[in-house]
């Protein structure tokens, strides 16, 4: 089983918001499909597992030039007791480990080869190409009976020179739902490589189409992030494309919804969404449509020169798109002065940095993580904290119900200390085989080291009994530098 789903930040975003302390921001949630508990198995033992990435992880002394994790699932949930970390100086894993290749910069998964094993698809989009300094590279990574070994193929850029960061957006899926896994590869241009049908052993898909999208590809921007999901209830998976554009009702960014076909993705029907720079899908009504739930943590401003920037004069909103047989329907907007939503709107909160679904309470309704990263917690300034909404047949219920996790939540691990930025990724995932999403968050502990925190469900909410914390020490990384471990999620 499969949920695509592909979130990144582009880095001088993440700069401007971080006061420069992130060389990369990528900021992964789920796109759960619109019913089940999304769920990567790269061992097929049943338990879901996690993979990260550290992409600012030193490898033998090289700076920024990555690393990826995997947290096995067990009965238990995910910890760093179970787990694979690999480099691209691991064995049998394709290239040699460079300074500023970012290996894991972007993930996705999906069971590629056909053979009941996720595969892992690493995006490396800094890597040197010949002459070209941000060629990018993309790496699919095998599962087997024991996870992922290191064994894996290249997946070639097909127009080398025509655009740089081949790789930085992922995402995965079954578009022409002819139950095979697709992959969708996005680099700085506007145009879209779709991979059909999985792929051989020598990384060679069964077919490749490119498909375009209305994003400001001169602005070296390219999508900002990828979503997969079920948006229209046909079986076929579409996507949604944050990208830069004009300034609109809703901001500087705007997203688009291309449907899947029997020939797979199409520009032809595209419609555009409200704003927002990451995106989930999920039936949060459980109508059999997937909601599109796309967070907004930021407004834009305006430069003198008419270039977009990030204003976080806001303290964040999560515009929701409800589905229907016709595609995207009615909208919904919630922010942290909704209803009874914990905490206050405040200027730097960013509400919605990141975002994910799944049903925590197997009710049959997707439900919302959200993180906050900035979130002051007392004395603790961007401390962070992460909400969870709760679905039901009306929608996302912000009346009551909603739970609230900080590092200062008696019984979650750690503390609350400045910028450690808890909630920069959140995932709702299965990992302990109980059939309900349990709760995943990623933070900036110790100045950008970065961590995982696992919280997990109790069959009706989100519990701190049995929680875990898991450093950069628990998985072989390298405390130097800004590894950021968890700032990305496979989706």
Do not use: C
Not at 148 to 166: E, F, I, N, R, Y
Not at 191 to 214: D, E, H, K
Not at 244 to 252: D, R
């Amino acid at each position: 089983m499969y949920a695509p789903h592909r979130l990144a930040l582009a880095t001088a975003t993440a700069a401007a918001l971080t006061g420069g302390l992130f060389t990369v921001a990528a900021a992964p949630a789920t796109a759960a499909d619109s019913v089940r508990v999304a769920r990567a198995d790269f061992n097929g033992d049943g338990y879901g597992d996690i993979a990260t990435s550290a992409p600012g992880g030193y490898v033998a002394g090289l700076k920024d030039a990555g690393q990826v994790s995997v947290l096995y699932g067990t009965a238990s949930g995910v910890s760093g007791a179970k787990h694979i970390t690999l480099s691209q100086n691991s064995a049998n894993v394709p290239d040699t480990a460079e300074a500023g290749d970012k290996f894991g910069y972007a993930l996705a998964y999906g069971d590629f080869n056909r053979d009941g094993y996720d595969d892992l698809v690493v995006g490396t989009p800094h890597e040197k190409v010949g002459s070209d300094a941000d060629g990018g590279t993309v790496t699919l990574l095998w599962g087997s009976k024991t996870g992922l070994t290191g064994k894996g193929v290249t997946v070639a850029d097909p127009a080398p020179g025509s655009h740089d960061q081949w790789g930085r957006t992922l995402a995965a899926g079954d578009f022409d739902h002819d139950g095979r896994a697709d992959l969708v590869v996005g680099s700085t241009a506007s145009v879209l490589y779709v991979y059909r049908g999985g792929f051989n052993t020598a990384g060679t898909a069964v077919s490749r189409t490119t498909v375009g999208v209305p994003v400001l590809a001169a602005s070296d921007a390219g999508p900002m992030n990828l979503t997969a999901g079920d948006v229209n209830g046909d079986g076929r998976t579409d996507l949604i494309v944050n990208g830069w554009e004009t300034k609109t009702a809703y901001g500087w960014n705007t997203n688009y919804w291309l449907p899947g076909t029997a020939t797979g993705l199409s520009s032809s029907s595209i419609k555009k969404l409200r704003s927002g720079i990451v995106t989930g899908i999920g039936d949060i009504n459980g109508d059999g449509y997937g909601d599109i739930v796309s967070g907004a943590g930021w407004d834009w401003a305006k430069l003198s020169d008419g270039t977009p920037i990030p204003d976080s004069s806001t303290g964040g909103r999560v515009n929701i798109t409800y589905g229907s047989a016709s595609g995207p329907a009615r909208t919904a907007m919630i922010n942290q002065d909704t209803g009874n939503v914990p905490g206050a709107s405040e200027k730097g909160d960013q509400f919605g940095w990141d975002l994910d679904l799944g049903d925590v309470n197997g009710d049959g309704y997707q439900d919302i993580a959200i993180g906050s990263p900035f979130e002051d917690i007392g004395t603790a300034a961007d401390a962070g904290m992460v909400t969870v909404l709760y679905g039901s047949k009306a929608g996302v219920n912000t009346a009551s119900g909603a739970q609230s996790f900080a590092q200062s939540t008696a019984g979650v691990p750690d503390n609350d200390e400045k910028a450690d930025r808890f909630g920069m990724d959140v995932k709702l995932d299965d990992v302990n085989g109980d059939g309900k999403a349990d709760l995943v968050v990623g933070s900036t502990e110790n100045g950008g080291d970065g961590s995982i925190t696992y919280l997990p469900s109790t069959g009706k909410k989100i519990t701190v009994t049995g929680s875990r914390f898991t450093g950069v020490g628990n998985l072989g990384i390298s405390a130097s530098g800004t590894p950021q471990l968890g700032s990305n999620f496979a989706n």
